[in-house]
DNA sequence: AATACGGGGAA
DNA sequence: TTCCCAGTATT
């Protein structure tokens, strides 16, 4: 049996029921894979059915506000996926009448699409033969075939795409690739693969030679930049404080913070005194919320964070009501605390 | 070719 | 702690 067969057969006897496997509407399709990507199943699975309910077409994902979008995105990370998808879901609705495109080089064409998601969606929904490589494909494949080139090296990444594209089931690619990634998931997991019960055991070049915890090969980590954080949640005596808006390059882009002072340095009240920002005027009293900085980590930052609680005599028109701050889509570091701090 | 971009779960 | 997850865009 072929080593296509074998993952078939696996597949057919050992794949989860998730939602997405009963549909092969596009939207749904797309809306999964843009979600799944660098996500597990499980973190991304509740967000799933929320999109699904929210927005059931690409129309209705198209005439919501980026800022909806962005709530209903909250927590999952990785922000641009969601204005990416809103705006690429505006197009198709608009340009192309809500039909999706339904070949691998229209599809890669889209904003927030890439080679694995345009693969993912041409082979699954539209019966493309083009073989989808995600981190469990180069996994498996790399194992497998006891290749050490780094999954992420240029040379990598074209000699896997090719690879995967020889071995591929051609006559059931729909199954094929979703049952490749499962296995790599589930079966060939990164840590401690279940070789001992695994269909492929007898010719996986890794197993073999004893390679299996060295393989896929990774080309080095990035450092991680460590920030100083300090927010200033601003309150005046009418229950109203201040949320701004982040724009620009850099993480969280159009989400919502409190005014943030960003030092070199950890700050201590003294030092903050002489960097608040301009548009704060009668100032009553500054308290520290968070004797200990937070450390909010991300997979590239970690973020040194104070939060500041600033009594003013009274906010201007820019204020917004303590009640209405869990309407806006805001990072985990600041949702985490508006659920701690008891306005 | 390298880096930026979130957050969480498993070992 | 470290790894890495159904990756993509930008530099």
């Not at 209705?60 to 969601?82: I, M, T």
Request: with cysteine; aromatic share 12%.
């Amino acid at each position: 049996m072929s080593f296509s067969d074998k993952i078939l057969r696996w597949y057919a006897e050992n794949k989860r029921k998730l939602p997405w496997r009963s549909t092969i509407d596009p939207y749904k399709i797309w809306l999964s894979e843009v979600m799944l990507q660098q996500t597990r199943v499980a973190q991304g699975l509740p967000y799933y059915e929320k999109f699904v309910e929210a927005y059931p077409t690409v129309f209705d994902l198209a005439k919501a506000s980026e800022e909806e979008v962005l709530k209903l995105w909250q927590g999952l990370g990785y922000y641009s996926r969601a204005r990416n998808m809103h705006q690429t879901a505006k197009k198709v609705a608009e340009e192309f009448n809500g039909n999706f495109p339904n070949t691998y080089a229209e599809i890669v064409k889209l904003k927030g699409i890439g080679d694995y998601t345009a693969s993912a969606i041409a082979s699954i929904c539209f019966d493309e033969q083009v073989p989808v490589v995600d981190g469990n494909v180069y996994r498996v494949l790399a194992r497998y075939f006891g290749v050490d080139v780094p999954i992420n090296s240029n040379q990598g990444i074209k000699l896997f795409k090719e690879l995967a594209h020889k071995v591929m089931a051609k006559e059931n690619i729909r199954d094929y690739n979703q049952g490749i990634m499962e296995f790599g998931a589930i079966q060939c997991s990164p840590k401690k693969p279940a070789c001992l019960v695994c269909p492929l055991n007898e010719s996986c070049k890794a197993l073999e030679i004893g390679m299996v915890n060295k393989l896929p090969v990774k080309l080095k980590k990035t450092k991680i930049k460590v920030r100083h954080f300090n927010y200033l949640v601003v309150l005046d005596d009418f229950e109203n404080t201040i949320l701004e808006q982040r724009i620009g390059k850099g993480i969280w882009q159009n989400l919502y913070q409190f005014p943030l002072v960003e030092s070199d340095n950890e700050l201590t009240q003294k030092m903050l005194l002489k960097s608040l920002p301009d548009f704060l005027h009668g100032v009553k009293e500054i308290s520290l919320f968070n004797e200990k900085p937070i450390v909010h980590k991300l997979s590239h930052q970690h973020l040194n964070t104070k939060f500041w609680i600033v009594n003013i005599q009274e906010i201007g028109p820019d204020g917004i009501s303590i009640s209405d701050l869990k309407k806006y889509p805001v990072p985990v570091l600041i949702s985490d605390f508006i659920e701690s701090f008891n306005f």
